[in-house]
């Protein structure tokens, strides 16, 4: 049975695809089965983050509403095949009923090891699906304040739901956290109440590879190694093992001026 992890805020644009996608990728890459799900009905763009919009022949609705067999559903990729993909429709004509959703996304995930499931910004229907299946949450802030604060109230709900969180800050800028002009990660963990799963600092050359569909691996990417991380500790919290530090290895941050904000 695939352990669940919502990936989510209510505040839009802060990289929740970004980190879905890339997270997935890194699980794959340890050699574990990954379903990666785009539950982005509005706009969903996780295809084209993945460079496989032209292999998408069917949908997430399709294969919950069993209009195809799952396995065409999906988008194989990676050099082992390891990662699936199971992309938003375009236009999505079927009535939502989330319990309904939500009990297809585990049977989809069973044969997995992971499933990751992205999430619009808002209380979309979709989301409500994701959290009746989730096992846990990844919520995702930025060091803006708006952001925070819906980390902050997305954690709440969540809570109240019984959905555990942990947080991914992202898009994270170390001169600005040091000179105090932006929010630290210290005040980070502390406004939001939400235990700390990693920091990705904001990587230019990512950003620009993403419209060219290609994610952040090796060493051209100052975010790689951090994605990395995620998933490292994601690994050791399932195993009781030790997990590696949140900035274990990241180039361009000086841990020490960075941890005491
Ligand atoms: N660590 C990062 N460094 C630089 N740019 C980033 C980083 N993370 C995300 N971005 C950029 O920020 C933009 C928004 O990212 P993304 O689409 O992942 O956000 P989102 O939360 O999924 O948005 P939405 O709420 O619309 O679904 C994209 O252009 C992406 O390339
Ligand atoms: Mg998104």
Do not use: W
């Not at 049975?1 to 805020?9: G, K, Q």
């Not at 993945?50 to 609705?61: H, N, P, V």
């Not at 109230?153 to 555990?164: F, N, P, Q």
């Amino acid at each position: 049975m695939a352990r669940i992890y919502l990936v989510t805020s209510y505040k839009g644009g802060v990289g929740k695809s970004t980190v879905s996608a890339n997270i997935a990728n890194k699980l794959a890459k340890l050699g574990k089965k990954v379903l990666l799900c785009d539950l982005d009905f509005d706009l969903g763009t996780l295809d084209l983050l993945l460079g496989c919009e032209d292999r998408m022949l069917f949908d997430i609705c399709d294969a919950v509403y069993g209009r195809a067999d799952a396995e065409s559903c999906t988008v194989k990729l990676g050099a082992d095949k390891n990662l699936a993909f199971l992309g938003a429709p375009y236009r999505c004509n079927d009535e939502t009923d989330p319990e309904y959703f939500a009990s297809r996304i585990k049977e989809l995930a069973k044969d997995y090891d992971y499933a990751i499931l992205d999430t619009p910004g808002g209380n979309t229907v979709t989301l409500q699906a994701a959290r009746l299946c989730s096992d846990e949450a990844i919520v995702v802030a930025t060091q803006n304040p708006a952001s925070i604060r819906g980390a902050e109230k997305t954690a709440d709900s969540l809570a109240e739901a019984g959905i555990s969180s942990r947080l991914v800050i992202n898009c994270f800028d170390a001169q600005s956290a040091e000179n105090s002009s932006r929010a630290g990660i210290l005040s980070m963990i502390d406004s939001t109440k939400t235990p700390l799963l990693g920091v990705i600092p904001y990587d230019r050359t990512m950003m620009f590879a993403q419209e060219k569909g290609v994610l952040s691996d090796g060493d051209t990417f100052i975010s790689s190694q951090a994605f990395e991380n995620v998933v490292s500790r994601m690994e050791a919290a399932l195993t009781h093992k030790r997990p590696v530090p949140v900035l274990y290895k990241v180039r361009g941050i000086r841990r020490k001026k960075v941890l005491t904000k």
